[in-house]
């Protein structure tokens, strides 16, 4: 899943779990870095995972914090063994 579609996604779902419209475009652009590096390093598996671990964590008056999100990206992107490099000279 491209970036931008991630992006959408996510609004998508969190619009459905918040009670009040405050989610804006601002806020869904924060996670577009953890969106590229999932593109870049995972797969789309990986990428729905992440907007729904987002989506379980927004409440109103709570976005978790990238740096939180990215963690998590690199979690997922390093389990089943895919290197986030090819390891370089041995």
């Not at 995972?42 to 964590?57: F, L, S």
């Not at 709570?62 to 490099?85: F, S």
Request: with cysteine; charged share 30%.
């Amino acid at each position: 899943m491209r970036p931008e579609t991630a992006a959408r996604q996510l609004e998508y779902v969190v619009a459905s779990r918040l009670d009040e419209d405050s989610w804006s475009h601002w806020e869904n652009t924060v996670y577009g870095e953890v969106f590229e590096y999932v593109y870049e390093n995972g797969t789309n598996r990986d990428m729905a995972a992440v907007i729904d671990r987002i989506g379980a964590e927004v409440r109103d008056g709570y976005r978790p914090k990238p740096a939180q999100v990215r963690d998590y990206a690199a979690t997922l992107c390093t389990e089943r063994g895919r290197p986030l490099a090819d390891g370089g000279e041995q």
